[in-house]
Every structure is written in C-alpha cells, then in structure tokens.
C-alpha cells in the first residue's frame, strides 16, 4: 500500500546491525534535509558507537517535531539540576525530573546558584574589593565605604557572596537590634600592605543608634548596591573573566526625607537672619568666627598658611581643591581662579570669578612672599592649631599643646589674641573648608 496524505511521521529509533555498528533508522512522509542532503522514504545513518546514535536520534527526532533540541548538562550541571530538584522543586513539580535542562534556566532566573568553592565569602570579596576599587576613590568616599561595609561584614561576612541577598541588606537597614562594628585600625604612616592588614580588623559593639535615619538607611544601601554589583560586574585581572559571584542587585534608594521645617528660633546665635532652610539647618561660619580665623591666620605661624583660608573663605574652594591648586592658577589681572581637571573635585576644570577684596589680600601675601604653595597645603595639625588660637575646641592633645606654644610665642612678640568664641563652642568646620 502506498503513502496516503494522512500517514503519520514515524520518529527514528536505533538499533545494533550484524556488524557490530549502532544505526539510526527513519522513514521520512516528506522530502527532508538530513546531513546536509534532501532525503525521503526508509533512510539509514550509521555511527560507531551507542551514544553517537542515541545523540544522532534525538537530533533527528527533535527536527521532524519542530522543536528545539535542548543543550547538553554537563555531570556537574547535572547533579546541580538534581540537587535543586529534590530539595526544591520534588514536592511540587513531580514531572520535572525528565526536563533537567529547564530546570537549569529556572534556577539561573531566580537566582539560584550552584554550590562552587571557588566563590569567595563576602568577608574575601570586600578585602578584593579594598584593594581594586576602593584604593583609587578620596579620601572621605572611601572611609564612608569602609564605615557602611563595617556593618556587613560581622553579619554576613561568613557567607558565600551569593547567600548574601538584597533581602538580607534590606532587613539590616530597617532594623532596629544593636549591631556589630568591625573597626579598621589604618594610620596615615601605615604602608600599603601594613594598611591592608588593618582593614576590618577589630570587632566592636555600634554605637550608631537604632533604628537609623533615613540618610543612613540611603548611604548604607547605596554602598551595599555598588559592592553587590562590583561582585557581579567586575573581571578578574588576571583572566578577564567576568566573576559573577552573586546576582546583580535591585536594591533602590529609600525616597528622600521631607526637609525640616525650622522655626525663627532654630537660627544659629550671631549667624546672619537668612530664610534658607538650609543654612539654617548647617549654618555656616559666622562673620566673627570669620574674621577670627583669617585674623589668627595673618599672624599665627608667621602668617604662612594665610592663602589656604583666602581661598576657603572666599573663593569657595574645598579643602582639597586648593590642596592641589598651584600659585599660578589665581589671575589677579584677568580676575579669575583656574581650578584645574586634576584639581577639582568632579574631574571637571572651571573658572571662577574673584571679587576686589580677594584680589587686594592675594596680592598682600605676594608682596610679603607668603603667597607659596607651600601656604596652600597646611597639614591637619596647622589647621586645628589655628583653629583653637581662633576660639574653637579640639580634643587632639598634640594641637593643643602646639597652640598653647603659638600663644605665647605670639604674646612675647606683643601679639595677643581676641578669645572671639566662648569655650563652650565646639568647633564645626564648614563645607568649604571640610577635609
């Protein structure tokens, strides 16, 4: 009986021939391409081993059913499949055992991974971390960095970088238990491997009160967003394999707290009557607290570091900034300061315009020669001495005593020092003049 329109297409089986050689054996309805070549009616493929048939089969058959023929799991992907299977998917997916392929990529979406001894602990990552990405930020990202992992490490350092998930950051930032600190013993004279021994170094007990507000809550979980994704991103030096150590985070930024209302009384004594809720909330430095560090700054240290507070003051330079700006970048004739790409904060040059009054006292230090770059850069310990000659506090004792000698050289040479502030004011450095 010949081929009728409603003959079935049969799919191919396998069998041994008498010569020992394993077959693949079809029987095409229609004119199909197999191997490379149109063929139709009984066809016969033949491979020299069981398993290169069984493969050749599930091609062929996958092909006259119009499916895609699903790729081949490795043992190790295998026994991950199982593994997942039992422990997971058993109790309420009893076909699944037949379609291992499917559980890979369901694993692969939700997030599940495979256990591999060759992803580091979150404790590991976070010193891998220090090392390639933390080293090239400032000064004060890089301790906000250090501070926000402080409170990961003791709670989650122990875990794979996988366990670690977004669910876990979140309930650490709206919680309100006491937490766990380590503490980073770095100095300044530390080298950079005695530096990379002190990081996280020393477990302690928070001092930070629970629950935290909302602008912690947004530091820590942006920190947390940027180590997560580093772990997801980044590329081994070495073999410029991405790593993926653990999913890319989704974590968002808590929205923004309502700003404060501030009352006529919220206004800081002695600070200029503005209506900027900001200032009120951070005021700046008063016109007295001004004027008593650019007065003790003419004199005190010989009037060396007099150009760090001109341009703090008025050219609206951060501490860092002029730190890095060179003599020639202040144009007295052209009326403008250059803060150069190296220089500014946003790795963005700009010129900023100088009033008359700048101009007069630059001009003053250059005539005296004190106008040097070595006046730009006035070390931690200058600063806080002429911060307490002008009437703040400190609680360095190194400064303190250094003041007191300051003092009283200035006192043998008829120089005596207004007290502009009472004692009781603790000094708070503007942004202008933040380190």
Not at 140 to 158: A, C, D, V
Not at 286 to 300: E, K, N, R, S, Y
Not at 374 to 402: D, E
Request: charged share 25%; aromatic share 8%.
């Amino acid at each position: 009986m010949g081929r009728t329109k409603n003959q079935i297409q049969k799919p191919a089986t396998v069998h041994q021939l008498n010569s020992g050689k394993w077959a693949v054996f079809v029987t095409l309805v229609a004119s199909r391409e197999l191997e490379g070549k149109m063929r139709s009616g009984r066809q016969k493929f033949e491979r020299q081993t069981e398993a290169l048939a069984n493969d050749l089969c599930a091609e062929i058959n996958a092909r006259l059913c119009g499916k895609q023929l699903a790729r081949q799991l490795s043992e190790r992907e295998v026994e991950v499949a199982k593994k997942f299977f039992w422990e997971v998917l058993e109790p309420r997916h009893l076909d699944w055992m037949d379609h291992l392929a499917d559980i890979i990529q369901y694993a692969e979406k939700t997030g599940y991974r495979p256990p591999d001894e060759a992803v580091p602990t979150v404790a590991e990552a976070a010193r891998i971390f220090y090392n390639e990405h933390m080293r090239n930020l400032e000064k004060e990202t890089q301790l906000n960095y250090r501070n926000m992992l402080s409170y990961i490490l003791p709670k989650f350092g122990h875990l794979k970088a996988w366990e670690m998930t977004d669910q876990l950051l979140l309930q650490l930032a709206h919680g309100t238990e006491p937490l766990k600190f380590m503490r980073s013993s770095v100095r300044p004279h530390h080298s950079a491997a005695e530096a990379e021994a002190h990081v996280w170094d020393t477990l302690v007990e928070s001092k930070s009160k629970r629950p935290w507000t909302a602008h912690m809550r947004i530091r820590f979980l942006q920190v947390a967003r940027i180590f997560k994704n580093w772990m997801h991103e980044s590329q081994d030096p070495v073999t410029q394999a991405k790593r993926n150590w653990c999913p890319r985070s989704t974590i968002k930024d808590p929205p923004a707290p309502k700003p404060q209302k501030f009352t006529a009384r919220a206004i800081t004594e002695n600070s200029d009557h503005t209506a900027d809720p900001e200032c009120l909330g951070r005021p700046a430095l008063t016109i007295p607290q001004a004027q008593a560090l650019i007065d003790v700054a003419w004199v005190a240290q010989d009037g060396r570091h007099a150009p760090f507070y001109v341009h703090g003051l008025w050219c609206g330079s951060r501490a860092k900034e002029i730190t890095r700006t060179d003599v020639q970048a202040f144009s007295s004739h052209d009326g403008l300061l250059v803060v150069s790409e190296v220089a500014a904060k946003t790795d963005q040059g700009r010129e900023s315009e100088i009033y008359p009054n700048t101009i007069t006292m630059v001009e003053a230090l250059r005539s005296a020669g004190l106008y040097t770059a070595r006046g730009l850069r006035p070390s931690p310990l200058q600063r806080t001495v002429i911060h307490l000659l002008a009437g703040f506090t400190s609680n360095n004792k190194r400064a303190l005593g250094r003041a007191e000698l300051e003092r009283k050289r200035l006192e043998s040479r008829g120089i005596t020092l207004p007290k502009y502030l009472p004692r009781c004011f603790r000094w708070s450095r503007p942004d202008s003049l933040a380190a």
